[in-house]
Every structure is written in C-alpha cells, then in structure tokens.
Nanobody
Framework: QGQLVQSGGGLVQPGGSLTLSCVAS????????MGWFRQAPGRSEREFVA????????TLDNSVKGRFAVSRDTAKSTVYLQMNSVTPEDTAVYYC?????????????????WGQGTVVTVSS
C-alpha cells in the first residue's frame, strides 16, 4: 500500500506564492492520476483544485486557472502544486489524492488514497 506525504503549507501574504509537494511513495505516477483538493474553513466538502493525469495532462479549476499550476516529477514520485497570486479565498487545508485511472476527475469520492493535508493560510 502506498503513502502520500505532503509538505509546503504555511502562512503567505496576499499576492504571494507557495509550492505544495506530495511524495507518492509506492505509487507509479505513470499509472495514477493525481489530484489536489482543498477544504476551506467551515466547509464540509473538499473542492477540486487541480489534477495531473497519468499521461501528464493537467486540469485546473476555474477559480485557480492562471494562478496555480500542477506538475510532477515521476523520478521522484512527487507531485507539486505551485500557487501564485494567492488571495484570502485560497485559505484552506490542501490535500493531494491518487486514483488509478487514465483521467482526472473533479469529485473527491473518485480518489482512493489521500495525503494527510497541509494548511495554507493567506493573510497579511
């Protein structure tokens, strides 16, 4: 059984940048689609942020398009979420997730394995 271990969260000022990492130990990223989700304070559901398919194609939610980017290093089994021009509305617990599938999916229930979550707070 694989494990997803996240790092890189913290406090960032509005307009700043932050990179989240997710080390996917025991996962072959050429066979897994990897997603990023977030759960904002007071919200019960995890909302889709971005994903990168097993073929390397990426999808971003409209709320982050043009500001965030998702990438991966298959040799390091690591997926990244580069966050730029952040706003207070980006404050949330961010999760990486894996699904053994060809394609991205925007629903959290479609992912089988999850990281532990990392807190991102955007505040001045």
């Amino acid at each position: 059984q694989g494990q997803l271990v996240q790092s890189g969260g913290g406090l960032v000022q509005p307009g700043g940048s932050l990179t989240l990492s997710c080390v996917a130990s025991g996962f072959d990223l050429s066979t897994y689609t990897m997603g990023w989700f977030r759960q904002a304070p007071g919200r019960s559901e995890r909302e889709f942020v971005a994903c990168i398919s097993r073929f390397g194609g990426s999808t971003l939610d409209n709320s982050v398009k043009g500001r965030f980017a998702v990438s991966r290093d298959t040799a390091k089994s690591t997926v990244y979420l580069q966050m730029n021009s952040v706003t207070p509305e980006d404050t949330a617990v961010y999760y990486c997730a894996a699904r053994r599938s060809n394609a991205c999916h925007g629903y959290a229930r479609e992912y089988d394995d999850w990281g532990q979550g990392t807190v991102v707070t955007v505040s001045s």
